[in-house]
């Protein structure tokens, strides 16, 4: 367990529609990012938050938004979803510093049918 | 363009062999890390990185730190098929504002 939760850990739904995927970051960390891959890629970064403000943003699709709430998980929500949007999504987490390495969850596997 | 290039994208060896999975950029980073992914599930930190020239031993593997901080490598010495995974370097720039910078991956095989 690496403290990163993320739910649902699967999620199969149709094109056109709306899901919400969650993640609770590791005790202590302040940092939330939100990551896809697809099928044999690297990583994608998609979105960051730090203590609950937007802090970058990277490929992130219109259709997509994500927030982060004070107790500090973060949801990624994808809209109008498309069959090109089946992917891995990850959350990380991380203390902010130039020695520290970011903890991910075990993923959210979303399949668009 | 990627800012960090691994090289290479792919290989397959004979368990028991020796490998070298390179990070190389252009740019020079504060700190240079290695992670580990396996099939469907998250990646997994091995190894930070934070000094010029820095060798770091974790059993078999062996990471590096180039002298001018701009690339790295990762040594396996008697690779086992417990190592087969997807391997990704990724690094810190000063002016990334905390945001690790990915390169695209080496996806390592060992066959038993």
Do not use: M
């Not at chain 1, 403000?53 to 998980?73: M, T, V």
């Not at chain 2, 000094?51 to 593997?61: A, S």
């Amino acid at each position: 367990d690496s403290g990163v939760t993320q739910t649902p850990k699967h999620l199969i739904t149709a094109t056109g529609q709306r899901v919400t995927l969650r993640c609770s970051p590791r005790s202590g960390d302040l940092s939330v990012y939100w990551y896809q891959q697809s099928l044999d890629q690297g990583l994608q970064f998609l979105i960051q938050y730090y203590n609950g403000e937007e802090r970058a943003k990277g490929n992130i699709l219109e259709r997509f938004s994500a927030q982060q709430f004070p107790d500090l998980h973060s949801e990624l929500n994808l809209s109008s979803l498309e069959l090109g949007d089946s992917a891995l999504y990850f959350c990380a987490s991380s203390v902010e510093g130039y020695d520290y390495g970011y903890t991910f969850g075990s993923g959210t596997r979303l399949t668009v049918v | 363009t990627q800012l960090l290039e691994q090289s290479p994208q792919f290989l397959s060896i004979q368990e028991g062999e020796n490998l070298t999975v390179y990070c190389n950029s252009s740019s020079v980073f504060s700190s240079l890390q290695w992670y580990r992914q396996e099939p469907g599930e998250g990646p997994v930190l091995l190894v930070t990185v934070v000094t010029g020239g820095e060798v770091k031993k974790l059993k078999r593997l062996t990471f590096q730190f180039g002298d001018a901080r701009k690339d790295s490598s990762l040594h396996i010495t008697a690779a086992q098929p417990g190592d087969t995974g997807l391997y990704l370097c990724a690094g810190y720039r000063y002016d990334s504002n905390y945001q690790l910078i990915w390169g695209a991956g080496t996806k390592l095989i060992i066959k038993p």
